[in-house]
C-alpha cells in the first residue's frame, strides 16, 4: 500500500516538475533541450525502483541498510552513466542537461527522504 502511496505522489511531483519546466521554457524558449523529458522520466523510475528496492526489507534494520546503501550506489553509478550517455548525445546542450538533471534529482531526494521518515514515523 505504501508503494502505491509513494507512487501516486511520484507522478504528481513529476507532472509538477514538467508544469514548471513548460512555464519556463514557454517564457524561455532559449533554456528549452531535447532531452530534459528523458531525464524527468529517468529519474522518476530510478526513484520507483530503488523505493520498491527499499521498502521490502524496511521491517529488519540490517537488511534495510544494506538495501538503502546498494540501492544508493546503483542510482548514483546509472545516473552517472545515463547524464554521461546524454552529454554525448546532445554536447551542445550539457550544461543545460547537468544542471537539469542535478536539479531534479536533488528535488526527487529530498521528496524520498521525507517519504522515507513519514513511513518510518507512522511504523514505529
Known amino acids: 500500500m505504501f508503494f502505491f502511496n509513494f507512487l501516486i505522489k511520484s507522478l504528481i511531483l513529476t507532472l509538477i516538475i514538467v508544469f514548471v519546466a513548460i512555464i519556463i521554457f514557454y ?3 532559449e533554456l528549452y533541450f531535447f532531452n530534459f523529458s528523458t531525464i524527468v522520466l529517468f529519474i522518476l523510475i530510478s526513484s520507483l525502483v530503488s523505493h520498491f528496492f527499499i521498502m ?3 521491517n529488519t534494520p540490517n537488511v534495510f541498510i ?3 546503501m546498494l540501492s544508493l550506489t546503483i542510482k548514483l553509478l546509472s ?3 545515463f547524464i554521461l550517455i546524454v552529454f554525448f548525445i546532445d554536447k551542445s546542450n550539457a550544461l543545460k542537461a547537468g544542471l537539469s538533471f542535478i536539479f531534479i534529482y536533488l528535488i526527487f531526494l529530498i521528496f524520498e527522504t521525507i517519504n522515507f521518515l513519514k513511513y518510518k514515523n507512522t511504523n514505529k
Open 27 to 29: 517564457f524561455f524558449p
Open 56 to 58: 521490502k526489507a524496511f
Open 66 to 68: 544494506r538495501r538503502y
Open 79 to 81: 545516473s552517472l552513466v
